[in-house]
């Protein structure tokens, strides 16, 4: 599996992003597809997940209600729309997948994936 994370950027606070992350190399209807991020000297963080079967999605308190995640089977693309912006949302942000349908407490521990995307930087600032 290839994964391709684009559609980072700049932008002032408040404003909104949208990230892709594009597979290729198998079918996308199952599996786990998890977001994180690595601000500069930080840890990299859990951001958000989408279970493919039943579409089920978690997030991160921080960004739960500013950023949704949406998927299009026939690009064989996830998206993170990030809306509502804060100067501490600026960090690379990584996609990645993993075979298995992971439960809630699962998909958070960025270990468990199997395959990583370049990652995008996106960049909060006035």
């Known amino acids: 599996v290839q994964l391709q994370a684009s559609g980072g950027g700049l932008v002032q606070p408040g404003g909104s992003l949208r990230l892709s992350c594009a597979a290729s190399?198998?079918?996308?209807?199952?599996?786990?597809v998890g977001w994180f991020r690595q601000a500069p000297e930080k840890e990299r963080e859990f951001v958000a997940a989408?279970?493919?079967?039943?579409?089920?999605?978690f997030y991160e308190a921080s960004v739960k209600g500013r950023f949704t995640l949406s998927r299009d089977n026939a690009k064989k693309t996830v998206f993170l729309q990030l809306n509502g912006l804060k100067v501490e949302d600026t960090a690379t942000y990584y996609c990645?997948?993993?075979?298995?349908?992971?439960?809630?407490?699962?998909?958070?521990?960025?270990?468990?994936?199997?395959?990583w995307g370049q990652g995008t930087l996106v960049t909060v600032s006035s």
């Open positions: 990645a997948y993993a075979i298995p349908n992971y439960i809630a407490s699962a998909l958070r521990d960025d270990s468990r994936y199997e395959y």
């Open positions: 190399g198998r079918t996308f209807s199952s599996g786990t």
């Open positions: 989408m279970r493919l079967p039943d579409r089920n999605t």
